[in-house]
């Protein structure tokens, strides 16, 4: 069975500061998809990003950069000079690629921005 | 119109009593999911149903039940609810890959 890690409960930064969202992940499949998702207040999910295991290139959206690594079993987000608006709790998941596989997902990192 | 509805959006009840939250979908997929949200745990998957004849139980199925009554619609049901089944639920379709999860903005519920 699959399982994700997020160490982090909760983050306090201050506006401006650059800020990383650890994940660790575990599965014996070679093939899986990982998955970022934002919660804000509100309380809607707001998908991020979606990697393929095979794809360990870095990525980055704007101020948002993700780090796989196969190597550590580790898919990290970044967000670059923080905003009060990302200010979420923030959801790491994982899918493997068997077509019977479902969502799982890790506890989830609280990001306190303030201002 | 939201691609996954899900309603109530809020709903105060009291323990013992039966409830009935709905998930609808638009978006055409044979998977929907029932994941239950508590502060610090993240979300656990209650049941999740492949077609329209398929069920499963999920990590914390116990206490409730699930019908699907067509592609489009899924149900999760309290048959007595207590208090520790205050939560955040969330229904959620997807591909028939696994892939594209789309999520409804999901119900609040609170058990008194």
């Known amino acids: 069975a699959q399982k994700v890690t997020q160490a982090q409960t909760e983050i306090s930064v201050v506006e401006k500061e650059d800020v990383t969202l650890d994940c660790v992940y575990e599965?014996?499949?070679?093939?899986?998809?990982l998955f970022w998702y934002k919660q804000p207040p509100s309380g809607e999910l707001v998908f991020l990003i979606r990697?393929?295991?095979?794809?360990?290139q870095n990525e980055i959206s704007g101020r948002y950069s993700w780090n796989f690594q196969k190597s550590t079993s580790s898919f990290n987000f970044t967000i670059t000079a923080s905003q009060v608006v990302d200010s979420a709790v923030y959801f790491c998941?994982?899918?493997?690629?068997?077509?019977?596989?479902?969502?799982?997902f890790g506890k989830g990192t609280m990001l306190l921005v303030s201002p | 119109d939201a691609d996954v509805t899900q309603t109530p959006r809020n709903r105060i009840t009291k323990t013992g009593k039966r409830i009935m939250l709905e998930c609808s979908q638009t978006k055409g997929h044979d998977r929907m999911y029932w994941y239950r949200q508590d502060p610090g745990l993240g979300l656990r998957l209650i049941y999740y149903s492949f077609d329209v004849k398929d069920i499963n139980k999920g990590e914390i199925s116990d206490g409730y039940s699930v019908s699907r009554q067509a592609q489009a619609k899924f149900s999760l049901s309290l048959e007595s609810a207590i208090p520790n089944q205050t939560a955040l639920y969330f229904c959620?379709?997807?591909?028939?890959?696994?892939?594209?999860?789309?999520f409804g903005s999901g119900t609040r519920l609170t058990v008194v």
């Open positions: 998941a994982l899918i493997l690629n068997s077509g019977y596989s479902t969502l799982t």
């Open positions: 990697r393929n295991s095979f794809d360990e």
């Open positions: 599965t014996r499949d070679t093939t899986y998809y």
């Open positions: 959620a379709t997807s591909s028939t890959g696994g892939f594209g999860y789309t």
